[in-house]
Nanobody, 123 residues
Framework: QVQLVESGGGLVQAGGSLRLSCAAS????????MGWFRQAPGKEREFAAA????????SYADSVKGRLTISRDNDKNTVYLQMNSLKPEDTAVYYC????????????????WGQGTQVTVSS
């Protein structure tokens, strides 16, 4: 099992920045990708960004490219999501996920999920 705990969400004005953290524990060696997904009220959960633990290869949704950056600290088993130039449409619950899949944008590739952290961007 892998446990994921997100932190860093909050309320920020449009144009501001936040950094989310996802601390992983347990059998993290059984996973190869870590991702961030988000779900706005009344909408389906959507992919935001992902990173491969070993290769460091990253993937981003078109809607966040150039504004969100995913990174990881293998020593701390932690993945970060730096969010800049935030927009009101970025408001959502952000979820961290881990899995052994090879399609970073697909929720089915992830086996473990965190509880989510709320990000609210005011206009």
């Amino acid at each position: 099992q892998v446990q994921l705990v997100e932190s860093g969400g909050g309320l920020v004005q449009a144009g501001g920045s936040l950094r989310l953290s996802c601390a992983a524990s347990g059998r993290t060696f059984s996973t190869n990708i870590m991702g961030w997904f988000r779900q706005a009220p009344g909408k389906e959960r959507e992919f935001a960004a992902a990173i491969n633990w070993r290769s460091r290869r990253t993937s981003y949704a078109d809607s966040v490219k150039g504004r969100l950056t995913i990174s990881r600290d293998n020593d701390k088993n932690t993945v970060y999501l730096q969010m800049n130039s935030l927009k009101p449409e970025d408001t959502a619950v952000y979820y961290c996920a881990a899995g052994m899949g090879w399609v970073p944008s697909a929720t089915a590739e992830y086996d473990y999920w965190g509880q989510g952290t709320q990000v609210t961007v005011s206009s």
